[in-house]
């Protein structure tokens, strides 16, 4: 693989912090941590609409982008297009900065607690 290096177990902040766009490839995943960690520093991502998940973290073109599961073609497409419209890049980064205020452990801790309370 011609310009690919592979880094070892590194923390990713520094990563994250050098892009705009994560590309997620992977076909099914539990819960994408790694989405959320992108969409932290708002790096849009785009995955694969193949798991459930994928839809409860990313708003499909609010704060990233969900792909027909396993069409490369449009993978590939919707990725040039959001390498190309820069203003729409930045739009959907602060969504995703955003959108993680979902995911605090405030708001997670209070819906636990509340789904113990109904048990």
Known sequence: LKRVVFHGFQNPTSFYERSRIFCMTSIFEGFGMV????????????????????????????????????????????LIELMEDSSKCSRMSL?????????????????????????
């Open 35 to 78: 989405l959320t960690e992108a969409m932290q520093h708002g790096v849009v991502p785009i995955a694969f609409n193949s798991y459930a998940s994928a839809s409860d973290i990313i708003d499909d073109e609010i704060n990233g982008l969900l792909i027909t599961p396993f069409d490369e073609s449009e993978y590939a497409r919707k």
């Open 95 to 119: 969504s995703a900065i955003e959108k993680m205020d979902s995911f605090s452990i405030e708001k997670i801790l209070k819906k636990w607690c509340e789904l113990i309370d109904c048990l």
